[in-house]
């Protein structure tokens, strides 16, 4: 699922890894059942290296973590949200592009 630039983020660890990150965290919501999703995850690993040091890149699996899609309103998938001191700062719905993340995450990891 995950590689090594990618965290695993679950209903347990979110707090901790992406609500109190001093860094900004790039979360994304997927599900193993998502064709999108998958078509998805070499962009989501790709900013993960290209942004190492500067912002946290994680996955959260929505069927196993419900408790947190729910909390942050997951009605589709793939779903990514930034966020920044704790807070949601940009949310792509759908497939989206790397350079659209990119430059979001160059905005927010500049702050």
Same mark, same amino acid.
């Given at each position: 699922?995950?590689?090594?630039?990618?965290? /695993?983020?679950?209903?347990?660890?979110? +707090?901790?890894?992406?609500?109190?990150?001093?860094? &900004?965290?790039?979360?994304?919501?997927?599900? +193993?059942?998502?064709? &999108?999703? $998958?078509?998805?995850?070499?962009?989501?690993? /790709?900013?993960?290296?290209?942004?190492?040091?500067? %912002?946290?890149?994680?996955?959260?699996?929505?069927?196993?973590?419900?408790?947190? *899609?729910? =909390?942050?309103?997951?009605?589709?998938? &793939?779903? %990514?949200?930034?966020?920044?001191?704790?807070?949601?700062?940009? =949310?792509?719905?759908?497939?989206?592009? $790397? +350079?659209?993340?990119? *430059?979001?995450? +160059?905005?927010? *990891?500049?702050?």
């Amino acid at each position: 699922m995950a590689s090594d630039a990618v965290l /695993e983020i679950t209903d347990d660890n979110f +707090e901790a890894e992406v609500l109190q990150s001093d860094q &900004p965290v790039l979360v994304d919501f997927w599900a +193993e059942w998502c064709m &999108p999703c $998958k078509m998805l995850a070499p962009v989501i690993e /790709e900013l993960a290296g290209d942004f190492a040091g500067k %912002v946290k890149v994680g996955k959260l699996d929505t069927h196993s973590n419900l408790d947190t *899609a729910v =909390k942050y309103g997951i009605q589709a998938i &793939p779903t %990514v949200i930034l966020f920044s001191g704790g807070q949601e700062a940009r =949310k792509f719905v759908g497939i989206t592009s $790397k +350079e659209d993340m990119a *430059a979001a995450l +160059e905005e927010s *990891a500049s702050v």
